[in-house]
């Protein structure tokens, strides 16, 4: 799972529970579809829970169950030597 993908999933899924309704934003409807569309004070809920989804208290929210992390990228390089006389 990609980083972004992971943290928008953690952010979902803990608007979900701990402001019992779902963004707006979110129209697939995969998950929540008996939560009611935030507004008002669960709106203020979610966004406080998108700007702070990285939040250790969030860590096992989601369908990853740890700490989103960067994915991991390998650089390989040639290298060679070349020696002029």
Not at 3 to 10: E, G, R, V
Not at 57 to 72: D, F, V
Request: proline residues 5%.
């Amino acid at each position: 799972m990609s980083m972004k993908n992971c943290l928008y999933d953690k952010a979902l899924h803990a608007t979900l529970k701990e402001c019992d309704c779902r963004p707006s934003f979110y129209v697939l409807g995969a998950i929540g579809k008996d939560k009611p569309t935030c507004i008002g004070k669960q709106l203020d809920c979610a966004y406080k829970v998108f700007d702070h989804v990285e939040s250790p208290k969030r860590n096992h929210i989601g369908t990853a169950a740890e700490k989103c992390q960067q994915p991991c990228n390998d650089q390989l390089y040639d290298s060679r030597y070349s020696n002029m006389n």
